[in-house]
């Protein structure tokens, strides 16, 4: 015994002083990351590591600079924990945070040694860029059943992650910034866990979709990832314009607009300084003013959509979707009471503006349940969601491999509490397909949506393998009904691109 652990000793000591990271012997509990050992939980399905520092804390002078190199450490860390919520408001689903210390990392993998490296797929939370953790989305299916290591990461938020002063370098970026540095994480340490740095997919739903968008987009992300799935983020994702009744621009801000914003919240400060002093709680008041990433940065020099429609992107195999109803769920928070049939033309009026709203009056007509919330949550999901992910495939798909897919399972369990009943019910909902792709403890499914969730996950893990989710074009995913999808009629793009 006294010889093999001087055996084990010493060929720790050798992979440590050729800077070679290298599993322990043993049930691979301990891996050897580039800054330090830690140690995860082992069962029989798979190894989880948590709580992995990717940059040195966002705190004191780092508060509103790029991510930091982490301070390498001794001895044997512990990652059988999960990473911390980063500051964030109360919202939807979440609580309060006061966290700044936040940039760290999830590491799930099957058990056992892997005969070759495994495709790594990076999973960017959403949350509308002000809520969301990387603990939320545990990830044994999409690991265990495709034989794969899937890493989930942090990122600043809101006031933390996008404010920007004048002057401040990165301004209304960090949040990007941060995602990359996960990103140089895998790259140096994908094999201590099985991994191929070489094979890594890039993926998120909603604020995660709209990152990867901007991944897509930075010079600074190339050769970080060798695939992309964009899930309920497409590029040219459109947000009510406060300066046109009705009108619509694209999600992302110039540089300036948010540095001048950052310039008027001074809370009793006067310049940057005085901020990088004020507690969490107090920036927090301005959290949701900064939900939107900047572009004319060093790492996110233009908009992803005008990036997405001049070429200007990495060039990888992409797979991009959403689902089939993404705006019950909004059109229920933002008109929890019920809408009369005749108040239709009225409440189009103001949604759409006059003239439009009385053409989507007339292509979504009534549909005699005596609530037109539904009529204008289909209108909303065709003209922000689903008609922009068909310009982000046909934009992309120009000059690289492009597959796309329509969530359409109707009775998805619901993962948000306190919603209001709603015509029709949610039905494919803004992030209902997440349940099939991660567990979620007390959401059970059905044994139809259980098949579902398998023919999901197994399709996530071939793209991530291969760049081919196993089928061309659209398809649609629905229990009984799995085949391709005839997306622009349905969502009616024709008439949302005349326009």
Known sequence: ??????????????????????????????????????????????????????????????????????????????????????????????????????????????????????????????????????????????????????????????????????????????????????????????????????NVTLAGESAGGLSVCAQLASPAAAGLFARAVIQSGPCGLSVPDPAVQGGLETFWRPRADVEKDGAALSPG?????????????????????????????????????????????????????????????????????????????TKAGSVFGEDLGAQVVARYPLNGNGDVRDELAAAMTDRSWACPAHETRQQLGRRMPVTGYDFAQPDMPMIFDGLPEFPGGYRAYHASELPLLFEFPGLPLTAEQRELSDYVVTAWGRFARTGDPGWRGVQSLKAGGVGPADFVKDHKCGFWGSL
């Open 1 to 198: 015994m006294a010889r093999i652990a001087t055996v084990a000793t010493a060929a720790a000591m050798a992979f440590a002083v050729l800077g070679v990271p290298a599993a322990s012997a043993g049930d691979g509990s301990v891996v050897r990351t580039d800054k330090g050992a830690v140690r995860g939980t082992v069962t029989q399905q798979a190894r989880t590591f948590g709580n992995i520092p990717f940059a040195a804390a966002p705190v004191g002078e780092n508060r509103w600079r790029d991510p930091q190199p982490v301070t390498p450490w001794q001895g044997v860390r512990d990652a059988t924990g999960v990473s911390p919520r980063c500051a964030q408001a109360a919202g939807l689903g979440e609580t309060e945070s006061t966290v700044e210390d936040c940039l760290y990392l999830n590491v799930t993998t099957p058990a056992g040694t892997a005969r070759t490296p495994r495709p790594v797929l990076v999973w960017i939370h959403g949350g509308g860029f002000i809520n969301g953790s990387a603990a939320g989305y545990d990830a044994r299916w999409l690991a265990t059943k495709n034989d794969a290591v899937v890493v989930t990461v942090n990122y600043r938020l809101g006031v933390f992650g996008f404010f920007g002063y004048p002057g401040l370098p990165g301004s209304g970026a960090f949040g990007i910034a941060d995602q990359q540095a996960a990103l140089r994480w895998v790259r140096r340490n994908a094999r201590a866990f099985g991994g191929d740095p070489r």
């Open 269 to 345: 400060c006067s310049d940057l300084a005085c901020l990088r002093e004020l507690s969490p709680d107090r920036l927090l008041a301005a959290h949701t003013a900064f939900a939107r990433p900047a572009f004319g940065t060093a790492v996110l020099p233009i908009s992803p959509h005008v990036a997405q429609n001049t070429g200007r992107t990495h060039r990888v195999p992409t797979l991009v979707g959403t689902t089939h109803d993404e705006m019950t769920l909004y059109a229920g928070l933002i008109y929890p009471a019920p809408i009369l049939d005749g108040e239709y033309v």
